[in-house]
């Protein structure tokens, strides 16, 4: 008796199977097309409030709106219904009943966060198995370009009527020239400042610690004025060490509402602020130029900077660019006029930083010299 060899049997096996499909019309293609068992797809008033769940505070807040409208329109849908068309009609859709706000650039911002806001929706059903990277219709849908922004440096004249506004008028003058000032010397977001709490403060170094868009977390120099104006809001206003820093005169904390009625006050009593939509950002972008332009900030300043990734190889920035720990302190100087303990420090560094960096041009050059001249000796 003649024995099989595995193999040989496998192939026999393979043969018969491959007579049997082509019996029955089918080619081994066809099975491979079979789609997989995959988990139901849910709708999206189901799926929503999973994701709106999983995700951080910050794109909570960015998102919620736009994921509320696609509830509102295709809550009873599953994840894999809706087309890249549809999206694209959405999207027309949510431009053309955009909230009109101050700085509305025509629903194109409105656009793009829907589109982002449905990429996360649906890169989260391909993480959790609902649907393949192939049936996001989500990532075929191009975000709108978006435009250059219209902010620009404000002059000093300028920026002295608002803060003048900000103090002379409103509920709490005390409140808003404490926030004008806090965005005049760190050039923080306005959630960082929201974010601030008393334990973040420290009084001794002039220091206060940020905690700003992408859980970044920075320590800034401030003047001894603002750290003492800081601290003494936190005392009379009962704010816990732990809890939000800026507080209402009757120790409820702030929200960005009070940045929208900050603005709208001053472009009441300012015209020219409500016509060019100015916003606590536009202090952010006027420092960090003021900096950047003035020649505050060091050619070593630049040099750091570009390591870390803040500016590009050509140069310095045109436009407002998060600042340098190192740049902060001139920056401070330049715009308040005072230093703070921890700038005396780092103010030296970048003094003998700079008087290093001359030292070994000047060596640099004295050794290229001496090389031509030892060169024209030798001929």
């Known amino acids: 008796m003649t024995a099989t060899s595995p193999a040989a049997s496998r192939q026999a096996v393979v043969e018969a199977a491959l007579v049997l499909l082509e019996r029955m019309g089918l080619t081994p293609a066809d099975l491979t097309a079979v789609p997989q068992h995959r988990k139901p797809v849910p709708t999206f008033a189901v799926y929503i409030p999973v994701v709106s769940a999983a995700v951080?505070?910050?794109?909570?807040?960015?998102?919620?709106?736009?994921?509320?409208?696609?509830?509102?329109?295709?809550?009873?849908?599953?994840?894999?219904?809706?087309?890249?068309?549809e999206i694209r009609q959405l999207m027309a859709y949510v431009k053309t009943y955009v909230v009109a706000r101050r700085n509305a650039r025509g629903g194109r911002s409105a656009e793009e966060h829907l589109v982002a806001a449905l990429r996360c929706l649906y890169q989260r059903a391909v993480d959790d198995g609902l649907i393949t990277e192939a049936d996001n219709p989500a990532r075929k849908v191009a975000k709108p370009r978006r435009l250059p922004t219209t902010r620009r440096a404000l002059p000093d004249t300028r920026r002295a009527e608002i803060n003048e506004v900000a103090a002379t008028t409103g509920d709490d003058p005390e409140l808003d020239a404490l926030l004008l000032r806090l965005?005049?010397?760190?050039?923080?977001?306005?959630?960082?400042?929201?974010?601030?709490?008393?334990?973040?403060l420290d009084p001794d170094?002039?220091?206060?610690?940020?905690?700003?868009?992408?859980?970044?977390?920075?320590?800034?120099?401030?003047?001894?004025?603002?750290?003492?104006?800081?601290?003494?809001?936190?005392?009379?206003?009962?704010?816990?060490?732990?809890?939000?820093?800026?507080?209402?005169?009757?120790?409820?904390?702030?929200?960005?509402?009070?940045?929208?009625?900050?603005?709208?006050?001053?472009?009441?009593?300012?015209?020219?602020?409500?016509?060019?939509?100015?916003?606590?950002?536009?202090i952010r972008h006027t420092i960090l130029t003021w900096v950047e332009r003035r020649g505050v900030a060091s050619d070593a300043t630049f040099r750091l900077r570009r390591e870390d990734g803040a500016v590009g190889v050509g140069g310095p920035s045109t436009t407002g660019r998060r600042s340098s720990r190192q740049s902060e302190p001139a920056g401070q100087l330049a715009v308040t006029g005072q230093w703070c303990a921890r700038c005396q420090d780092v103010a030296s560094i970048l003094v003998a930083s700079d008087a290093s960096m001359m030292l070994q041009k000047q060596r640099k050059s004295a050794a290229t010299r001496a090389d031509a001249t030892a060169g024209r000796s030798s001929c």
Do not use: F
Request: charged share 25%.
């Open 56 to 85: 951080s505070a910050g794109t909570r807040r960015a998102y919620g709106s736009y994921w509320n409208r696609v509830v509102e329109h295709w809550g009873d849908r599953r994840l894999d219904e809706p087309s890249p068309s």
């Open 205 to 282: 170094q002039c220091l206060v610690r940020l905690r700003e868009k992408g859980e970044t977390v920075r320590w800034q120099p401030v003047s001894p004025t603002l750290m003492g104006r800081l601290t003494e809001h936190g005392q009379q206003r009962h704010a816990p060490p732990d809890g939000q820093l800026l507080r209402y005169a009757g120790g409820r904390p702030i929200t960005h509402r009070r940045y929208d009625h900050l603005w709208g006050r001053i472009g009441r009593h300012l015209p020219w602020v409500a016509t060019q939509g100015i916003s606590s950002h536009w």
């Open 183 to 200: 965005h005049t010397e760190t050039a923080c977001r306005r959630g960082g400042a929201l974010a601030l709490r008393p334990r973040d």
